[in-house]
């Protein structure tokens, strides 16, 4: 029986596990008269030629090319290869002689290497099959995955048979509309269309709402989240911080649906993207401070992106993974290097980022798992569809506490900000009356503004100041408890003395829990507490 040359049996071997076809491209003729075999692997992108020489059946030949000659059929061989960002991506041609070496032979090739910025990348090889030795004019910076150590295991592991070197076949589901994608850039649009009109406050750029309109609808902070607003994990990846940002993350949504969400199916689509903004929330949780607010979708599209990449190993080499693999690391590379943001002077959550990338590695995993190369999809689709309906019913979650608390948060973005706060009584005297004016809705204001006219005895005034500043109590009594307290206290100081039944019937709770300070010293001066 006759055993094959090891020059064919790596033929076979590079068709069955590498992706490449027994062929050449018209313009490649020249490395076809010089070899035994050529072998061509194209992903739409770049274009891999392989020349084999087989000097196990014809002893002492050689490539007869000079690498010069390679280059010049490489430079003729370019337009089979694509541009990305406008720049046309590389050839390779390896040149690779099997069988007994030869005196010179290494000599010889070390020629075959790569000019400085050449799109045309040519490489020599040698292969002593008897020693199991491999020589190589290139080498690589991680040798483990390169050419030549594919030819190395080769040799160091018995031969296959023939009925095992068969390129896998795939089934891949047909391309359809992503409507699940399409459906969820609809309710990103709707929500930031939300944002923008019922806004708290005046937007701080064009179509960008004020920080308070993103907590007040359900924006990511750990103070809020440790403070019993867990919803705020399912809300905020729906939220975005301005229109540039939307408009990025619809892109790059889109991107992912149009190549990924017919070959999952759209329930484990769905699953993917819920588990990625989950855990995105999550990780913006951990690596950000407690009091940032984190937005976005950012994380979930990570999380669709690294699945992508997962499972574009379930495909076999050639275009369809390349092409996965392409858009994941165009995508990925950018979302988790810090460096990219400081570079952009823009401020990014990479812990979203970063948690979104887990979550969607290890749904990709569990794809992985479960996906047979018979089925067009991935099995299992019965509980991931149930698993995403969870989590379509889960966002009424978010909504309940978005309702709930948008009043309160939309009322507290009213008031006087911290760093505007009198920090002194002479302060007090001095802005009572134009905090007022810019801040209506907080009643610390109509307090500070009622005490000044109370000491220039100003009753009726502080009168009006008091209850314009209880007016809305029922509304600011969660967020300051300690001031309905000073407000009665001032109330009942400012009523005459006709009045002076409602103002004992006012002073007597505040009598009651206070027994000093200025609060009881003001009631007791006008003998409002029995004394």
Known sequence: MSVDTFCSYLAKQLVAKKGYRITHVPKATGLALASDVVLTMSDGLTLNMVCLVDREAHPGREFALSVED????????????????????????????????????EQRLHTYKRKWRAKVIPVAMTVDPASGRVWSSHRPLIRSVGLAAFIERLLASPREADADLVPPTVATAPKTFPVLTVAILAVLVAVFAAEIRFGVGPLTGPLQPSIATLVAMGGLARSLVIAGDWYRLLSAPFLHIDIMHLLLNCVALFVAGLRYEHLVGRAWFGLIYAAGAVCGSLGSLMFNGASIVSVGASGAITGLFAAMLVTSRHFPVGRLRATLQRNAIYVLIPALLPLTGALSGKKVDYGAHFGGAVGGVAAGLLILAVWSSASPLPSGRRIAAAIACVSTLALAYPVFGVARNYESVSLMAQFIPAERYPKSAAEVTARAQDLVKQYPRDPRAHLMLAGRLLDLNDRAGAEREARAGLAEEDAWRPLLPAVGVPLRAMLAASLDDARRGEALTLAKPVCDASHDGPVRRLLDARQLCGS
């Open 70 to 105: 390679v280059r010049q059929i490489g430079d003729g061989c370019l337009h089979y290869t694509g541009r990305v960002n406008g720049a046309k991506m590389p050839l390779s041609i390896t040149i690779i002689e099997i069988g007994p070496p030869s005196p010179g032979q």
